[in-house]
């Protein structure tokens, strides 16, 4: 470890020079909070995830308030944010998010398909089929006003009801996303039971697909310890857009073994100690999550927030 308390820059070979992150802590993270963070302390959790460099910051959703709860005041939080020079993409599962998000001004909508049939139904009320109906026309939509489009696809590599998924179910999913106009994919390790050569197979299979790499982006869930190999692995096949969330807050409300997003701060330790530039400032990014930690009552999850703020275990 270097004087200033960063790990010593020891480049790898065969990796990308420059990381894009896209900050999902105050979507993924939030939404999965069982009481309900004050639109305040959201807005200025945002503000200052932009402030620490993050250049994609996911701000909430436009889903049924009954849905989930915890972000029903996208309304109220959006125009908070909404002047930070950051990308600020927001969630959209049909025409009626759309018109939520246009009507103040988004850039960026994230739709959110499933692999699997059983996490379409939970979280959509759909079959994987019906919700790719239900995309279609908001895609269309979308990028006839030029915003941007990225399409997660969650359980792509487990499901807790379906158990192992097939890898070319997932990239039938993924194809269908990009052939309705998504720019970029965000893989969901949703439940956080992928490892490293599940990681490869799905990555090369897409590539076989013809899914160009610059159009991938990786979710990982660090369930069993395994998110920071799975992103490595990632970075070695040449994706550059890694999902990761602040403090390591997060899981997914309709997904009961979802836990904790893979922590910001350590992959942003693993990034610099490579050499690999993310325009992110660590310290700043351990101030946010320590500031966060102590608005939830908690301790953050993040090895790298507890060891760079010294936080009681
Ligand atoms: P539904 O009940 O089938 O809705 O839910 P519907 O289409 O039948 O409409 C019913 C009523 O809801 C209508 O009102 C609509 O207008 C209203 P009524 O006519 O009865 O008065 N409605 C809405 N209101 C506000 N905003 C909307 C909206 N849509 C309909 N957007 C629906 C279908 C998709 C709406 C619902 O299932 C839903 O909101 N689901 C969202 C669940 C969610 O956000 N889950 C978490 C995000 S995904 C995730 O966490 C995974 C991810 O993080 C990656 C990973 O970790 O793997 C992305
Ligand atoms: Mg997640």
Redesign the pocket.
């Known amino acids: 470890m270097t004087a200033d308390g960063l790990p010593v820059r020891v480049p790898a070979e065969g990796l990308p020079a420059r990381v894009r992150i896209y900050e ?1 802590g105050a ?2 993270g939030l ?1 999965n909070e069982k009481g309900t963070v004050p639109t305040e302390v959201k807005a200025e959790f945002v503000r200052r995830l932009a402030g620490a460099g993050l250049p994609a910051v996911e701000a909430t ?8 709860p915890q ?1 029903a005041d996208a309304e109220q939080l959006f125009p908070m944010v909404s002047d930070l020079p950051v990308e600020l993409p927001v ?4 025409e ?2 759309l018109d ?1 998000a246009l009507a103040l001004g988004a850039r960026t909508v ?1 739709l ?1 398909a499933s692999a699997t049939e059983s996490f379409a139904r939970a ?4 079959t994987v089929a019906e919700s790719l109906a ?1 995309f279609e026309p908001v895609a269309a939509r979308a990028k006839a006003e030029g915003l941007r489009v990225r399409a ?5 590599f487990g499901d807790p009801w379906e158990g192992p998924v097939a890898v070319p179910q997932a990239v039938d999913v993924c194809r269908a996303l990009l052939g309705m106009g998504a720019d970029e994919l ?1 893989l ?3 439940i956080g039971v992928a490892t490293a050569g599940h990681v490869a197979a799905v990555l090369t299979a897409l590539k076989e697909a013809g899914v160009a790499t610059g159009a991938i982006g990786v ?1 990982f ?1 660090d369930t069993y310890g395994q998110a920071l190999a799975n992103t490595l692995v990632a970075l070695q096949h040449g994706v550059t857009t890694v999902d990761a969330s602040a403090g390591g807050l ?1 899981g ?4 009961k073994s ?1 836990t904790g ?1 893979l922590a910001t701060e350590d992959l942003v330790w693993m990034l610099q100690g490579l050499g690999i530039e993310t325009g992110v400032d660590l310290g700043r990014l351990t101030a946010t999550s320590v500031w966060m930690a102590e608005q939830l009552g908690r301790p953050s999850p993040s090895r790298t927030v507890r060891a760079l703020s010294h936080q009681e275990q």
């Not at 997914?252 to 997904?255: K, T």
């Open positions: 999902v979507r993924d939404q959703s436009f889903v049924h308030p009954k849905w989930v972000l969630l959209v599962p049909n009626r998010g939520r994230a959110f979280n959509l009320n759909r239900m997660y696809v969650s359980m792509v965000s969901g390790d949703t979710h869930h997060g997914c409300p309709y997904a979802a997003n």
